[in-house]
C-alpha cells in the first residue's frame, strides 16, 4: 500500500497515474496532458530529454553509486569541479546529499559549528522568514513556518532557537538590532517563496541582508532548491546577492533523481579546516555524491548553459505578463508572475476545489495548494503549450461558478 504525501488517504482522490513521459507531456491511459508543475518545480528540460537519459544509462554501464566514505569518483568530482567554475563568488566546496531537506539541515549545522569552531558557543540561534518553507525533515520544519507543522511547536513547545521576520526593512533591522549576538544565521529562500505561497519580493532586502549579516559575523544561507537554475529569471538569486552558504536542490538533476548539494565559501570551509577532528563536518548520507545523480547533473547544467535558458525563461515571463493582464476576479486577491512562475492567490481557498480535475479534462496537470493556483514549467515549453496552462488557470474563473 502507498502512503501519499501530503494527504487524508481517507479522503484522497485517485491520483492520475502516468505510463510514459516525454517532453513537457506526461501521458495517462486516457492521453496527454502538459505538466505545469515540473514534477514539483525539477523537470526543467522536460521529460525524457535524449542527453540525460543517455548520460544515466552511461553510467548505469559502469557503476550507479559508490560510497563517498573512502571512496571517490570522476562524476562527483567533475561535478563539484562544474560547480565550483559555475557559481558565483567564492562558493567552492560541494557537500552533497539526497534530498533538499538534508542539504538544509547540513547548511544549518555548517552555520551553527561553524560558530562552535571559532569557539563561539552564544550564536545557537537561527533568523528565518515568516511563511519560509525549507523542507519537511525537523531541523528544517522548525526553521519553516508552515502551519501544517504547528504541532511540533504544540508537541515541542515554542521554537526557543528560531525567529521568524516578514521581508520588511524594518523587521530585518530590528531582529539584527536586537538578536545579532545569538544569530548564527539567517537563512532565506531568495526573491520567491515557493511552498509558503508563491510569495515574491524585493532584491533590496537581501541586499540589505547581506550588508546586516557581515556588520554583525552572521551566516547567510540562500535556500535555492526551488529558486535555483532560473526560476526566478536570474541563474541564481545568488548572482545578485552572495551568501556563505548555497542551497541547491529540485532542478539540479534536471528532475531525474533526488539530489541536492549544500555548498560553501572559503570562510565556512576554513573553519572546518584544520588538525582538530572534532571540528570536522559530521555528517554522511549514504547516498551523497550518488554517480548517476552526479552524471545527469553535469549534463543538466552543459544544457541550461548551451540553451540559453536565461533568454527561454525571460520569454516565458513575457508571455505570462501579456496573457494574465487584466486578470481579474472577485475571487482573485492577486497574480503575481516571476521569471518561470506564476501565482493566483484567491480570498477563498475552497474557490479552487474541482480546479485539478477541470484542468486535467482540459489537458493540464496542475496541483493547487491552499490559496495558490500557480504555474512552475519546464522551459522547454512552447508558447502554444504555455498559453494552454495559462488559458485554462483563467477559464475557471469564467466557469467556476457553475462548475464547482
Ligand atoms: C522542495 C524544497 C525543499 C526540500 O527539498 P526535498 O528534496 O523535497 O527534501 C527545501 N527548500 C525549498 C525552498 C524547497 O522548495
Known sequence: MIWYPYQQMKKMKAPYKITDAEGVYLYTEDGKIIDSVSSWWSVIHGYKHPVLTEAIKEQADRFSHVMLGGLTHEPVRRLADKLEEWLPGDLDYCFFSDSGSVAVEVALKMALQYNVNRGDLKRTKVLSLT????????????????????????????????????????????AFDKLHEELNCF????LLQGAGGMRMYDISFLQRARELCDRYGVLLIFDEVATGF????????????????LVLGKALTGGYIGH???????????????????????????FMGNALACSVALKSIELFEAGDYLSRIRRIEEI??????????????????????????VRD????????????????????????????????????????????????????????
Open 187 to 190: 537563512i532565506v529562500e531568495p
Open 260 to 286: 541536492a548539494v549544500t555548498v560553501a565559501n572559503h570562510k565556512v570551509y576554513d573553519s572546518f579546516y584544520g588538525e582538530d577532528p572534532q571540528k570536522a563536518l559530521m555528517h554522511g548520507p549514504t
Open 349 to 404: 481557498a475552497s474557490y479552487l476545489q474541482g480546479f485539478q480535475q477541470f484542468a486535467y479534462e482540459r489537458g493540464v496537470f496542475s496541483r493547487p495548494f491552499l490559496n495558490y493556483m500557480y504555474a512552475m514549467v519546464p522551459y522547454v515549453i512552447t508558447e502554444e503549450e504555455l498559453s494552454k496552462v495559462l488559458g485554462v488557470m483563467k477559464e475557471w474563473f469564467d466557469v467556476a461558478d457553475s462548475v464547482r
Open 230 to 245: 532560473g526560476r526566478t529569471g536570474n541563474r541564481f538569486v545568488a548572482d545578485l546577492v552572495l551568501p556563505d552558504i
Open 131 to 174: 511563511h519560509a518553507y525549507h523542507g519537511d525533515t525537523f531541523k528544517a520544519m522548525e526553521v519553516g513556518d508552515d502551519e501544517d507543522y504547528h504541532f511540533i511547536l504544540e508537541a515541542y513547545g515554542e521554537k526557543k532557537n528560531v525567529f521568524h521576520i516578514p521581508t520588511k526593512r524594518e523587521a530585518l533591522e530590528e
Open 320 to 345: 505570462t505578463r501579456r496573457e494574465m493582464k487584466g486578470v481579474e476576479h472577485e475571487q482573485i486577491r492577486e497574480v503575481r508572475i516571476m521569471g518561470g512562475c506564476v501565482c493566483v492567490e
